[in-house]
């Protein structure tokens, strides 16, 4: 004790320096090793979120889902109610029937070009109803939205 306060400053100073120049490169070194821990943190087989995005089918939608799978998995879930309901002394479901019903009343999903055609639609229409407001706002009439909206797209065809 009695040397640290014989020291002066300086002596100090360069002490402080001396251990900060060995410290720190450990610390960095140390750090840079740690680098795979850090990105894998929170990832693995109890993962909340997958570290895998979703699969999706060509052109960024969805899987195609298959209609026997869906139908299995429609009457898996029916068989299971119709069981809890039989325990809890409940009347039980008609699976078939209930089976019938949901799979008619599922809706049928547009085909891919007819959705992106009806999404890209909707895209020209919303640039024309922004453009209709910044045409508002310096002074100028504003463009009939719907007519506007199929220029453009007659136009996009005739350029593609």
Known sequence: MDLVLALT????????????????????????????AWRTL?????????????????????????????AAEVRQMLEAKAERQRQRGERSLDVEA???????????????????????????????????ERRRRQGLEPLDVETETERQLTDLERSA
């Open 42 to 70: 929170g990832r693995g087989p109890f993962a909340i979120e997958p570290s895998s995005p979703p699969s999706r089918g060509p052109g960024g939608s969805p899987a195609p889902i298959d209609p026997a799978i869906q």
């Open 9 to 36: 400053a300086t002596q100090k100073g360069v002490i402080l320096l001396a251990i900060s120049g060995v410290a720190a490169p450990i610390a960095g070194v140390w750090f840079a090793r740690s680098a795979d």
């Open 98 to 132: 209930e089976t019938a019903r949901l799979l008619q009343a599922s809706p049928t999903r547009p085909e891919p070009q007819a959705r992106m055609e009806a999404e890209l639609r909707a895209e020209v229409r919303q640039l024309v109803v922004t453009r209709n």
